[in-house]
């Protein structure tokens, strides 16, 4: 029993990007496998070396006696690049190539007390779709298999865990549940269409590995519970009366400043990588 204990507490003490790379690199090959995506791997090699490659040159540039160079940090780097293999498409690799320079290049260009506030992927992935036509994003990639949602669910519960930023999720999944079932209620739309938007793959991916991202988000739970119910709301409006099928990530990139007055408002420690390992 005891060595039980002694594995599920090291199991835990594992750092979470570990589980994150694991499970994002899972997604990848399975939607390749299972959903015939029309992913190029020439173009995932570009993208994993321009966000490795602008991680490097990021730290060197920045370094000084308090932020020693870690090789952990390319960890980032990479759930960067699996985030945008993911999530965003294009024809010629100087546009992942683009997306993901700038995913990287945010986090040391937009901070606040040493603090970014733009999610990577998601910066990488509005400004690919602003200064390119090359590039768009594939919302209903995953359909709406109710396994992926299980499994995603599943996945980033582990993480979540370890993180301890499931209130962002629960918020943001909540708030916009109910949102679209007062919205069902109104039209007198059967449920099967609720479950059909709820049960989204990429909803649930953005849900529980994108808006969780615990070095780019408010500090103090009561911000985080805040920020979410206000992405709810703008991705509610966004998809259901402007028809804008990537709502998420155009409500997560409008309302990224908003964490900087919220982290001045209640403070909170900050997020750190090496208190969780």
Wanted: aromatic share 16%.
């Amino acid at each position: 029993m005891l060595e039980k204990a002694t594995s599920e507490s090291a199991i835990l003490q594992q750092d979470a990007r570990d589980f994150q790379i694991l499970f994002l690199s899972l997604f990848l090959i399975l939607g390749i496998a299972t959903r015939d995506w029309s992913a190029r791997p020439d173009l995932m090699l570009v993208t994993f070396v321009f966000c490795l490659a602008t991680q490097w040159l990021g730290v060197c540039l920045c370094r000084s006696s308090a932020s020693p160079w870690k090789w952990a940090s390319l960890k980032s780097a990479a759930i960067t690049a699996l985030s945008l293999c993911l999530l965003l498409r294009a024809s010629h690799w100087s546009t992942m190539a683009l997306a993901g320079f700038l995913a990287i290049a945010s986090k040391f260009i937009f901070q606040i007390r040493n603090k970014h506030f733009f999610n990577p992927a998601n910066f990488g992935i509005i400004s690919a779709l602003i200064l390119t036509h090359d590039a768009w994003v594939s919302p209903a990639q995953w359909g709406e298999d109710l396994w992926y949602a299980l499994l995603f669910a599943g996945a980033g519960g582990l993480v979540l865990q370890q993180v301890g930023r499931w209130d962002t999720t629960v918020a943001f999944l909540g708030s916009y549940a109910l949102l679209e079932a007062l919205r069902n209620i109104w039209l007198g739309w059967t449920w099967d269409v609720f479950l059909h938007r709820m049960t989204s793959g990429s909803l649930l991916l953005f849900a529980l590995f994108m808006i969780t991202d615990p070095r780019s988000i408010p500090n103090a739970r009561i911000s985080r519970l805040l920020w979410a119910f206000c992405i709810a709301l703008l991705t509610f409006i966004l998809r259901n009366y402007f028809f804008v099928s990537t709502a998420v990530f155009w409500a997560l990139f409008a309302l990224a400043p908003l964490i900087v007055l919220l982290d001045l408002l209640w403070h909170a420690p900050r997020f750190s990588w090496e208190e969780k390992i």
